[in-house]
């Protein structure tokens, strides 16, 4: 018995060493994916927060528009509206 214990001992170690390095080899896997996946979140977070700026720069900037737009507007109607009052009176 003790022949046959003394004659797997080495294959067993080998088993044992080889399991070590295939789950030390998913484990750095693992951690490799993680750290692409957190990369990729973050460009895609940035990439976000640079689309919403965007999009508020353009909206502030059609406000303005808006405004400039109805300014005139009401200026225009101010104008056209002062001889009618002033004939009233």
């Given at each position: 018995m003790e022949r046959t214990l003394a004659a797997t001992a080495g294959s067993a170690a080998m088993t044992r060493d080889r399991a070590t390095e295939l789950l030390d080899e998913v484990a750095r896997?693992?951690?490799?994916?993680?750290?692409?996946?957190?990369?990729?979140?973050?460009?895609a977070g940035a990439g976000l927060a640079r689309r919403g700026?965007?999009?508020r720069d353009e909206l502030a900037r059609r406000?303005?528009?808006l405004e400039r737009r109805?300014?005139?507007?009401?200026?225009?109607?101010r104008r056209e509206s002062?001889?009618?009052?002033?004939?009233?009176?």
């Open positions: 896997r693992g951690r490799e994916a993680g750290e692409a996946v957190s990369r990729r979140g973050q460009e700026q965007d999009a406000v303005e528009s109805l300014a005139s507007i009401e200026a225009a109607i002062k001889p009618e009052s002033e004939d009233e009176t």
